[in-house]
T-cell receptor, first 115, second 115 residues
Framework: AQKVTQAQTEISVVEKEDVTLDCVYE???????LFWYKQPPSGELVFLIR??????QNEISGRYSWNFQKSTSSFNFTITASQVVDSAVYFCALSRSNQGGKLIFGQGTELSVKP | KAGVTQTPRYLIKTRGQQVTLSCSPISGHRSVSWYQQTPGQGLQFLFE???????NKGNFPGRFSGRQFSNSRSEMNVSTLELGDSALYLCASSLTTGAASYEQYFGPGTRLTVT
């Protein structure tokens, strides 16, 4: 069975601090996809990144970076120099290669960035 | 390009009633997925439609059903509402489905309250 675990329920940081959100997944598939989504208070999930299981290259997009390690089944997300606008709930998700329309979400990590 | 739209945004219903929620995907997107979000269970996949056919289904009772029209718009229906059906219902669209897992773009959701 597929499962995504985000052990950190809530994280609180002060603006400009770096913060890492952890994501651990379980799957027996060799081909799968991993995602991160952001859910601000407005409620709409915003797509951040998609990674396939064959691409372990880390990715950086501005202040955001992602570290994918198959050896530890982890796909962690780091925000550098956090800002108040980063306050949101962040979800990690997994999909099987033949079930692209079905995302399996973790429980989410609520990030609060204080000024 | 317009995003995913969902109507209505808010809904209050009484136990035992039925409800229909609507979702219009991003233009050109042919896959529509539905999710239920509650504080206790988090984000759970309901079903996915592609080319007017249900492709995947989550673990929800038969009271939850959906359909997709030829223009890719989708509706979901919940019959005989229960208090536990109170949730945020999110619709997501993606270009296609199947072997390649495309990112899903989410709508703002419909907040359903059952009293």
């Amino acid at each position: 069975a597929q499962k995504v675990t985000q052990a950190q329920t809530e994280i609180s940081v002060v603006e400009k601090e770096d913060v890492t959100l952890d994501c651990v997944y379980e799957t027996r598939d060799t081909t799968y996809y991993l995602f991160w989504y952001k859910q601000p208070p407005s409620g709409e999930l915003v797509f951040l990144i998609r990674r396939n299981s064959f691409d372990e290259q880390n990715e950086i997009s501005g202040r955001y970076s992602w570290n994918f390690q198959k050896s530890t089944s982890s796909f962690n997300f780091t925000i550098t120099a956090s800002q108040v606008v980063d306050s949101a709930v962040y979800f990690c998700a997994l999909s099987r290669s033949n079930q692209g329309g079905k995302l399996i979400f973790g429980q989410g990590t609520e990030l609060s960035v204080k000024p | 390009k317009a995003g995913v739209t969902q109507t209505p945004r808010y809904l209050i219903k009484t136990r035992g009633q039925q409800v229909t929620l609507s979702c219009s995907p991003i233009s050109g997107h042919r896959s529509v997925s539905w999710y239920q979000q509650t504080p206790g269970q988090g984000l759970q996949f309901l079903f996915e439609y592609f080319s007017e056919t249900q492709r995947n289904k989550g673990n929800f009772p038969g009271r939850f059903s959906g359909r997709q029209f030829s223009n890719s718009r989708s509706e979901m229906n919940v019959s005989t509402l229960e208090l536990g059906d109170s949730a945020l219902y999110l619709c997501a669209s993606s270009l296609t489905t199947g072997a390649a897992s495309y990112e899903q773009y989410f709508g703002p959701g419909t907040r359903l309250t059952v009293t």
